[in-house]
């Protein structure tokens, strides 16, 4: 993927977290790089590595037991903590 794809891929990701994305996670909390790739496949381990590491405040990764990889929302995981607090 050239990088001007990647920026575009990426654009779109922001905007759809915003839509169903934000709702997957939501109801999800967290999503496996696989779940997502089934989604969408431009959405590649690589990309959601990437987007991960140029936007940690909007997303950090996780491990999902028996899924591997995955992310979730930075906001989701301060939420999470409230809760428990």
């Given amino acids: 993927m050239d990088k001007e794809a990647e920026t575009k891929a990426i654009e779109k990701w922001l905007q759809m977290v915003d839509k169903p994305v934000e709702n997957i996670l939501k109801k999800r909390v967290r999503a496996s790089f696989e779940y997502l790739r089934n989604q969408e496949p431009t959405y590649t381990p690589e990309f959601l590595k ?14 999902i037991k028996n899924h591997g990889p995955g992310i979730t929302l930075v906001k989701e995981e301060a939420n999470d903590d409230q809760q428990t607090a």
Avoid: D, G, Q
């Fill in 50 to 63: 990437k987007l991960i590491k140029e936007y940690p405040t909007v997303f950090r990764p996780v491990s």
